[in-house]
């Protein structure tokens, strides 16, 4: 029984550094390219099941990444990218004086309300959370490999969760486009 996790290939919307969130932005080319390169680099790597966030960059990167592979894919909203609110779409937002949504990548500690028809951290925390105990623990329990493909904060949650991390250390765990990262 093993669990890893993986975020889905680049975007349009990566390369120009507009914020994404639940907005539903397809793979680029490059995102395709990634995620064929990683299927060829973890070919090897068993999996029994599949977890996805249903945003199509996510589906997309685990339909290429699992091609040809008898590996059933399951969506599930629970896995969608953290909501950015009104800031979703926004370009280098990190180039704005008091943007309220850098405290989120700057200090996450201090993000505590969201942004307006934003997310907050701890209601990021509870549908993942409850993701995790209803699903992923009683796979894990019955010896499954399982796969999550999901996005960067999201995946960040879920590794923080797992891992133990304190709010401060959210994006510590550096999550990179396609590459693959084994939590249990």
């Given at each position: 029984m093993s669990l890893y996790i993986m975020r889905h290939g680049k975007t349009d919307w990566n390369e120009k550094h507009k914020l994404q969130g639940r907005t539903d932005v397809p793979l680029n080319e490059e995102g395709r390219r990634m995620a064929e390169k990683a299927r060829e680099e973890y070919k090897d790597v068993h999996f029994d099941v599949c977890w996805c966030s249903p945003l199509i960059r996510a589906k997309e990167t685990a339909e290429?990444?699992?091609?040809g592979r008898d590996i059933p894919i399951i969506t599930d909203d629970r896995l969608r990218e953290m909501s950015f609110g009104i800031?979703?779409?926004?370009?280098?937002s990190f180039e704005i004086?008091?943007?309220?949504?850098?405290?989120?990548f700057w200090a996450p500690q201090d993000?505590?309300?969201?942004?307006?028809?934003?997310?907050?951290?701890?209601?990021?925390?509870?549908?993942?959370?409850?993701?995790?105990?209803?699903?992923?623990?009683?796979?894990?329990?019955?010896?499954?490999d399982i796969l999550i493909?999901?996005?960067?904060?999201?995946?960040?949650s879920?590794?923080?969760?797992?891992?133990g991390f304190e709010r401060k250390d959210f994006w510590s765990a550096g999550i990179e486009n396609c590459k693959l990262m084994k939590l249990v």
């Open positions: 290429i990444l699992l091609r800031y979703e779409g926004q370009e280098n004086p008091d943007c309220p949504i850098n405290t989120l993000y505590k309300t969201p942004v307006e028809d934003g997310e907050s951290l701890d209601e990021l925390f509870e549908r993942t959370g409850s993701f995790l105990k209803e699903v992923i623990e009683p796979h894990l329990e019955g010896g499954l493909v999901g996005h960067g904060a999201m995946n960040s879920i590794i923080s969760r797992i891992k």
